[in-house]
């Protein structure tokens, strides 16, 4: 479990399955950093960097509606593989927004990432974390995982989400029809359960539909369930009859994904829920492409989703 945050403090852990010297040169290379810093529909600019303790790192963000994010990072530590301090979000006429301590270790060839932004005071911290979360902020997080797995030849999507409640709980969220049947629908959709069977080797047959007459199906077989740890399962969009088919609204889309969903206690009554999806079998490059072109609306149909499951589990409580 990670301890407490101070009130003034922002923590972010995440775990990547790449080793450390990866992880770091894709925080320290410019061309690899443009790869995947910054919200889903950013792009990034940088003017020059000096990666030692009193150098900068001089960049512009793009946002997707055109608008320029000048930055002016100030690097006050800097240990090779292990360390990074600095200021963020300063510029010629703003003073840093924070102070960020990322620190980077290796077990068993992962990485793991420990990242604090500490701000002058609790409120400027609690204001700070709505803007990242209304900005798509933390997905910054999920590109990083999603370019490191793109390095090593695959594809995925991944998202995550801190919610306020104990693993246990969220767990069961996930692993009683019931109860996601309430909240894992896209806004504006409702789920059908014709079959839920969940647990190794068992499988789930859904239905979700909205006014407008649109219907998926889809079959879930479920290879892992690990209470409270892990849940695993292969989604294969199908027709009314079961039979194996394609999203009907994205003929190129995959006909199948493996979603590997985990639970993480972060601090006391507090869970890391991460969902990362991948293609499965022989994928073509037209399916690829248009995988990768649909993060943005997976990211959107995903956080609606966690939106509702955290209402739900606040209204039960």
């Known amino acids: 479990m990670v301890a407490k945050s101070k009130p003034n403090e922002i923590s972010i852990t995440r775990v990547y399955d790449a080793p450390l010297k990866m992880v770091w040169e894709a925080w320290t290379d410019p061309a690899q950093v443009a790869q995947w810093w910054g919200p ?21 963000m793009h946002g997707p509606d055109g608008t320029d994010y000048p930055n002016w990072t100030v690097y006050h530590e800097v240990e090779e593989y292990r360390k990074l301090v600095y200021d963020h979000g300063g510029y010629e006429d703003r003073p840093p927004m924070f102070r960020v301590t990322a620190l980077f270790s290796e077990v068993d060839g992962k990485t793991t990432l420990e990242m604090t932004m500490a701000l002058p005071t609790a409120e400027e911290a609690a204001a700070t974390r709505k803007f990242i979360k209304a900005a798509g902020g933390n997905a910054t997080w999920d590109r990083l995982a999603e370019y490191l797995k793109g390095q090593k030849g695959g594809h995925c999507f991944v998202i995550n989400r801190s919610l306020p409640f104990p693993v246990a709980k969220v767990f069961e969220m996930w692993s009683q029809p019931e109860h996601f049947a309430k909240w894992l629908p896209p806004a504006g959709f409702m789920m059908d359960i014709r079959r839920a069977e969940i647990r190794e080797g068992g499988n789930g047959f859904f239905r979700m539909s909205n006014d407008a007459g649109f219907s998926l199906y889809c079959r879930f077989d479920y290879e892992v369930v690990e209470s409270p740890r892990r849940i695993v399962y292969v989604q294969q969009f199908c027709d009314e009859q079961e039979n194996p088919g394609r999203h009907p609204g994205l003929p190129t889309f995959p006909a199948a994904l493996r979603t590997t969903v985990t639970f993480v206690e972060e601090e006391e009554d507090t869970t890391r829920l991460t969902v990362t999806s991948e293609p499965v079998g022989e994928t073509t490059s037209e399916e690829l492409a248009a995988f990768q072109g649909e993060r943005s609306g997976m990211t959107l149909g995903w956080t609606g989703s966690f939106d509702k499951l955290e209402e739900v589990m606040s209204q039960a409580s």
Request: no cysteine; hydrophobic share 25%.
């Open 40 to 60: 889903r529909g950013f792009t990034l600019t940088t003017h020059g960097k000096d990666l030692r303790p009193g150098g900068f790192w001089h960049y512009t």
